[in-house]
């Protein structure tokens, strides 16, 4: 696990480029996120967004440039020495990317499960507790297949926030959801962002909506430039 | 409608031969009763049991080989997921002979472990496409959370349903096999299983009803297999792939690489290599060659054979000493290589200083004898198919033993393939409607039933039901030709070619069908030049999955006259008499051909091709 | 998705296809049909020959080890009752034919080429005729058995000297059934009965191997698996002529302690003959009283007993290779074959209730 040291960028990307085959997706990243801020990324389709963030979770290796969480170096090109399940980093994914055969508590039953040492008693309250921060109390049993766009993202909100993560990634979390409940659930990320001390980095393609709730925006071009930060 | 006609040529071929055995239960009422006897019922439960643990050693070698082929880092991954195909296409009873020819374990725990080898690729297909259909977000969600053992984790968890499926077909080839056990358990403990009543009822006749009725606790015990799987399937539980799906990546093993990998080379060399390459071994004269068996066998023979070099007898007279395998070959051995020593012969393998010199007693070889002579002349001479000689003489052997076979099995082989061309063309466009409305119709799961009952029935009972429904005077000619073959294969198979392709239809999006549809297509444009174009990898999948069941059947096919030109009789005809090299050599012909369309099309093609129900 | 499918319109591939299954057999009608349950790998060239000496086209239909004749029964019967089509059957055992005439199946042929057949190889009513036998013997590895250590009879099926190394195929198809039925004709059904239930008690107690088949029993000795196990000559003389370590042994020969008696003379061996028949409605009657007959020559029999099945010519005269016994030579098992026939059927459902347990 990533220790937390104060003055310290909880992400700091240097240089960083990936690329797929002949392909460059990001090129030449440079990025610094303080912790406790809330940092949208902006940017068109395609232009990078979803690989930075899973460069930063670990999930691809750069090839060239570095990755560091909280002053640690996490990737490095050609390899990273952090793996992905050790870097207090957690992702809501676009879509939600909920497990199809799980029920609600069984998605998080299956991150209690490895993430602490819980007995099964303490799990099944620490589930509750997990259910109604995001308002999903009630819904223990239902699979992920049978619940509606909000209660899809909320549930993959709740799976990312039961491994008590340092740093939470978001990928277009407001995506599928209505004006209203864009709002709710925002309403929820800026709250759960203060009390859990999380460092958050948010992608969205619609920066009016969610800036609000960050403390700045940075956008992305096309061919994974990073154009402007304010 | 156009499933009409489809419809019509399904109940012609595939349920009217059905219908007319069926018909004779009638003659019989109490023909059902009289099975439910103490016996049968143990055999049922017997047969149960075998179905039970052929599927279960398929799921535990099938799922994880599936798996490891498709998804993760094994090096080599796509030759040997096509070399784990191989086992299901080889008729079980071969890879039965091969086995017991190198391991000595009978009885029926083999029987299920060699069963479940030769099914283990029905999991393992499932599984691969499962696996592959895991988005790679969910995936990367599991990862984070718990890394290698969280994704394994939940891969297994989202596989298990299609790998289940997978065992359940396993389960059904397994309990309707029954040359299987018998020659298994040949050693040990008779192990009987029901599909042996069904064959021995039949040669009884004047109990037409009885014979007919054997076949229904089998059907009803697969139908009872299938039921699940089609209930999974229908609840897109095989699959587990939705709308803007992002392909997973292959998973990095890490420092498991190499244990996977070994798992993977195991697996296929036992069930497919060590089968094939038996063969080959055989159709080059193998054992002769490699051993020169024939003048180790005269130098055996004039040292006195078995009465002047057994061992001395331990308590009763000559059954009494230590026959296991390994002490029997040693005995032979020692004395063979005593007898070629004193021949003034290389003794073989063996150092002479492990030769007991008292094997002997003292007995010279006469080495003017004629047997002798024609022995050692033999070795050194141009006639070498009877003993030793190495590489280039087993190469020369196999050169030989495949051009007579392919002499003598040509026009079989052309009439094979003619016939296995023409079922799988037939099939298909049937399939296509038909598995068309298995998806679209109110009644599409009884169709989809029905579809697969000439399958799923003894093979002798439709058989006879095709002889009796096209031996007519109007069908006389067809009756002796080989479309008559055709239209046995067609029926029996067209239910596999339903499955495959209904399959592919429901995840074939129907708003396309309704797109074209208010275009102005009709029926017949928008089924062919919509669907079609759009699974055609499925459609190709059936083919050749047709194609291969048509050259391997045999059951059926040798009750009808015009089936007895196809090759797979002609092994099954030459394996009693045969001389092994030619048999051999034949097999694998066949085995060829099996594989040769699949073959074909992962070389020139490089588009997967589907053919999962 | 790149690559468009090949078929362009079905309404036009259905019929082309029909079509062509349609012409993939229409040949013109066949001059004789037989049916042959003698191997294909043997049966086929005599059957080409006599194509070729009398112009005729024969449609021939082989079997298989694997369903051991019946198959062949069932269609005859079944085509019997809808459309009879084959002239002839020529039948590697007798107890099916014994069944075909039961059902009225046949039609009665004195040929001519069968006048010196013995009486005991011929239907009375010249329904069918028996050459070519085969003999039920045991095939001894001689790695294993030492000569004057061989066993001598059935009994020694439950020997202790033999144990787990003797076998015998399960008796519910073949000429193992036939075997089996013989002992019920000959040996009375309680001493039958009883023996058979031994049999599987003994294959329980690993005394005896219950095999499935008598190709499959040559094999397991020939490879010294076993030391002994029933089989047929035929299968016998393919070990032998494979070179393997192998003798055959007439079993049931003397009066001695693994021999069957009967009345106090051994039992002997069992014959089972070739045997072949006219059917009746067969369809070109003519031809195929040509057809029995060259296969009743003594040329013929000559020619099988020459070849890799050694078939035993059931008249004395007819010349054979030193290895092919010789009726007389040993003593054989006075069996009624008609009654043999007759009963197969009920033995097997007895059997099966014995063995398929």
Known sequence: MIDQQQNVPAISCANLSVTAGPVTLIRDISLDV???????????????????LRAIAGLVVPAAGEVSLFGRIASVPGRTPVPPEDRGTQMMFQGGALWPHLSVAGTLEFVLKRRTSLDSKARGSRIGELLELVDLEGFETRRAPSLSGGEAQRLALARALAAEPRILLLDEPLGPLDAPRRQALLDRLLDLGGRFDLTVLHVTHDPSEASRIATRTISIREGGRLAASD | MLSWPALGAFMAVGLAPLAVMFVRLQ????????????????????????????????????????????????????????????????????????????????????????????????????????????????????????????????????????????ALLSFIVAINDFALPDYVSAVGRKFNVYAGEVFSTWQVDGKEARAVATALPLVALTLLAITPLLMLRRRD????????????????????????????????????????????????????????????RVAWLQGGGAAANAPAPTGSPAGGQDLSKAAREATVEKSQNAALLSAGLEPRAQPPAQVAPSAMRNRAVDLAAPEVAAAIAAREGDDVSDAGGGIPVFVGNLRAAFARAFELSRESLASSLLIALLTASICLPLALVLGHAVRRSRRGALLQVASLLPLVVPATLFGIGTIVLWNREFSARFYDSQGLVVLLFVGRFLGIAVLIVSGAIASYSVRLEESARLAGAGPIGRLFMVVAPGIWPTLVGTWIAIFALSIRELDAAVLVPAANDTAMFRVFNAVHFGRDDFVSALALLVIFSILLPGALWSLFFRARLRFLP | ?????????????????????????????????????????????????????????????????????????????????????????????????????????????????????????????????????????????????????????????????????????????????????????????????????????????????????????????????????FTDTDDFNVARMDGSPVQRVYPDQVVAKGCLQRDGEPLGTLLIPNSIMLLADAPHPENAKRFIDWVLSKELEERLANSRSAQIPVRRDVPRPAHVGKIGDFRAMGVDYVTLGRTIGERTEALKEIFLR
Not at chain 2, 242 to 262: N, Y
Not at chain 3, 7 to 27: E, Y
Not at chain 3, 193 to 203: D, I, K, S, T
Request: proline share 6%; hydrophobic share 45%.
């Open chain 1, 34 to 52: 303080a912790q406790g801020e809330h940092v949208l990324l902006v940017g068109p389709s395609g232009s990078g967004k979803t690989t930075l």
């Open chain 2, 27 to 166: 003659e019989d009422p109490r023909a059902i009763a009289a099975l439910m006897d103490e016996r049968t019922l143990g055999l049922l439960g017997r047969t149960t049991l075998l179905g039970c643990g052929a599927a279960l050693v398929a799921l535990v070698i099938g799922l994880p080989f599936g798996f490891l082929v498709a998804r993760t880092n094994v090096p080599g991954a796509a030759a040997l997921r096509t070399l784990g195909v191989v086992p299901i296409l080889v008729p079980p009873i071969m890879l039965a002979m091969t086995w017991t020819m190198v391991l000595d374990a009978r009885g029926p725990l083999m029987c299920a472990l060699i069963l479940g080898f030769a099914t283990f690729p029905l999991v393992s297909l499932f599984t691969s496409r499962a696996a592959e259909r895991i988005d790679t977000r969910r995936e990367e969600a599991a990862r984070l959370i718990g890394g290698l053992p969280a994704v394994l984790s939940l891969n297994l968890q989202l596989v298990l349903p299609a790998a289940l499926g997978g």
């Open chain 2, 237 to 296: 539980q095989l699959t587990t792939i939705d709308g803007d799906f992002e392909a997973p990546g292959r998973i990095q093993l890490g420092r498991w690489r190499s244990v996977a990998t070994t798992f993977c080379v195991l697996v296929v060399a036992v069930a497919a290599i060590l089968p094939i390459g038996r063969l080959a071994y055989e159709a080059g004269g193998g054992p002769r060659v490699f051993s020169g068996i024939s003048i180790r």
């Open chain 3, 1 to 229: 998705m790149s690559r468009q499918p090949l078929s362009p319109s079905p309404s036009r591939l259905i019929p082309l296809l029909l079509t062509c299954t349609a012409l993939a057999g229409c040949g013109r009608e066949p001059d004789l049909v037989v049916r042959v349950s003698l191997d294909q790998i043997f049966s086929e060239e005599l059957i080409r020959e006599f194509e070729a000496q009398t112009g005729l086209d024969v449609k021939a239909q082989y079997d298989i080890e694997q369903t051991k004749t019946v198959g062949h029964v069932r269609a005859i019967i079944e085509e019997a009752r809808t459309r009879p089509r084959t002239d002839v059957f020529w039948n590697n055992e007798i107890a099916q034919t014994i069944r075909l005439a039961e059902l009225g199946l046949l039609q009665p042929y004195e040929s001519p080429a069968a006048a010196d057949v013995p009486a005991t190889f011929k239907d009375p009513s010249a329904l069918w005729v028996g050459f070519g036998a085969r003999a039920r013997v045991l095939i001894v590895n001689t790695d294993l058995v030492a000569a004057g250590q061989e066993p001598s009879g059935t009994l020694d099926l439950f020997d202790e000297r033999w144990r787990g190394k003797c076998g015998i195929a399960r008796p519910l198809t073949g000429t193992t059934l036939t075997h089996a039925t013989a002992l019920y004709q000959t040996m009375g059904e309680e001493w039958t009965a009883g023996f058979m239930n031994e049999l599987v008690e003994a294959n329980g107690k690993g005394q005896v191997q219950i095999l499935e088949s008598n190709g499959q029993a040559m094999k397991l000795v020939e490879n010294g698996e076993l030391s002994w196990a």
